[in-house]
């Protein structure tokens, strides 16, 4: 997939997963915006790599439009290849980012990354400590988890960025 092609009018991956393997979410305490990303997984000659992926987002256009490439760009890559995609990579195709949008691109880098180790948690996790929340949490839910693992779903704070 190009980098032209990568980029639409419409964002095409927007909506919660309900089988989804992992769940990541991010809030930005520079914004107070959120980006909740949902990956699954499939076997491709015996290796786990990223079949489907999905968005919702709290936050602007430039975190929709990061988010929408990230859920493309991800796709056949396993999850070691997607964890080293950071926010410049997942931000590319739109062109460089104007200083206050970087967060954005992080935000989203966040929620992928969250997604991600969820995932490697989940597999490890006894069953019985598997709680689901439920499909229609709402922002304040979401934020009053931050920073705990709720079944497959980690809700990550990123930092605040300190002025220079
Ligand atoms: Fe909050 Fe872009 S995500 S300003």
Redesign the pocket.
Known sequence: MTEDTLIQAAPQNVGEMTDADAVGTVG?P??????RLWIKYKDRDGQKVIDKASFQ???????IAVANLATQMILGKTREEALTMDATELSKPLGPLPP??I??GQ?VEGALKAALEAEATAKTAPPVATISPPASSTLHDALANAGKQVGKIKITMLKPETAS
């Not at 520079?30 to 980006?35: E, K, R, S």
């Not at 987002?57 to 975190?63: K, L, M, W």
Request: charged content about 15%; proline content about 0%.
């Open positions: 930005s520079d914004c107070g915006d959120m980006v987002s709290f936050g602007c256009q430039t975190a206050m949008k967060h954005c935000m």
